[in-house]
């Protein structure tokens, strides 16, 4: 099957220039990139996290290959996700409109950096405060795997969304504020 692109920037409210340090799971991003996969040279992803060591790759959910409804129904599924994270967890992953400069968590590296406020669904990061205490970076890499099984699988299951990007081959890398639509939570079946 043809692979077959979206245009999203209807559902953009903002766009500010961002920084690769600045980047925190659950943003939206969009950056021009240069890497082999000519289809999408200007990938709009949901980033599930940043690896660091051997390689430095970016991981994310590409929302340029979902249509609308179904990017508004991923961003949704935070009862799901909560699922996913309550083996570990007692809050609720959340979808938030943030800004760096009030209420985002002031002992994280690099706050700041971003001056407009942005679209972030709140997923299990390495220092964020979480039940109250910092994650550490295996707790925070459990939960992904905990979310990746549980939820984030079946997603992929049915659209090839999943990429990793090198940060190498990015530029112009903007933070999006995104139309978060109506809450309508998915029946749980």
Known sequence: MAKRKYNHKQNYQGVQPGKLKALYPGMVVEFKYSGEDIFDKKPLILL???EYGKYDLIHGLNLNYLQGSAVQKLFC??????KGASVYSNEPIRRTIQSQMGDYDDTMPYRNLLKEEFTRIQLPTYKEKRDGNPLSKSEAKKQMNVLYEKVLKKVLLKHNIYRTYTPSKMSSIKVITFK???WHQPKLQ
Not at 77 to 82: A, F, G, I, N
């Open 48 to 50: 599930l996290y940043k």
């Open 77 to 82: 599924s935070c009862e799901l996700l909560h």
């Open 180 to 182: 978060l639509g109506e």
